[in-house]
């Protein structure tokens, strides 16, 4: 019975490595996604074929989806004990003993996409000014996760994590320039 039990944990340990791993990079690419769909919600661009109540749907159940991702991503991280990382040290930034400046990253990431997905939740009741100031973390916690992944994540300088991040940050900064672009002519003076 000894030797099951030794060689079920390194396997269980290596599984949580790999689900933590695995959860990491598609949190990633939810984010990027909910980013992109939420810039594209607030330009307010629609197609015949994609109305924009199906973008904005898109954009909260992809959200919802990167919040369940990041969830597993945690607590997989917490559970592995690889590294020693506890529960707070996945909310209170920057005060974890292992990595503590790409692990805080990720703390405060997951503190900024916790307090946009609470206050989705209850955007009725605030308010849409209060939901807007603080549905603009959204953007700040995108790169933020971004440092945190390219910082810590074991496979950052592996050629197709390169190539997810340089697809992702490529997105993200085309779809911002587009959101300026459609903004800054609002913003000019009228000619008289």
């Not at 598609?26 to 919600?41: A, K, R, Y």
């Not at 945190?148 to 779809?175: K, N, P, Q």
């Amino acid at each position: 019975m000894i030797g099951v039990a030794s060689t079920v944990a390194p396997a269980a340990s290596k599984g949580l490595w790999y689900l933590t791993r695995g959860t990491g990079v598609v949190s990633l690419v939810l984010l990027t996604l909910s980013i992109v769909l939420g810039i594209v919600t607030t330009v307010r661009w629609e197609h015949h074929n994609w109305p924009r109540w199906i973008i904005e749907g898109l954009h909260r159940n992809i959200s919802l989806l990167a919040v369940f991702f990041i969830g597993i991503h945690v607590a997989t991280t917490v559970m592995d004990g690889y590294a020693p990382i506890g529960w707070l040290d996945a909310v209170i930034p920057f005060r974890s003993p292992y990595r503590p400046l790409w692990l805080g990253l990720g703390a405060l990431s997951l503190d900024m996409l916790l307090a946009v997905a609470l206050t989705s939740i209850v955007r009725a009741r605030l308010g849409y000014r209060l939901w807007r100031a603080v549905h603009w973390l959204a953007y700040a916690c995108w790169p933020v996760a971004l440092a945190h992944g390219l910082g810590t994540g074991s496979d950052a300088r592996a050629s197709w994590m390169v190539a997810t991040v340089m697809v992702s940050a490529a997105t993200v900064v085309i779809a911002l320039a587009w959101r300026l672009a459609v903004a800054l002519p609002l913003l000019e003076p009228s000619q008289p």
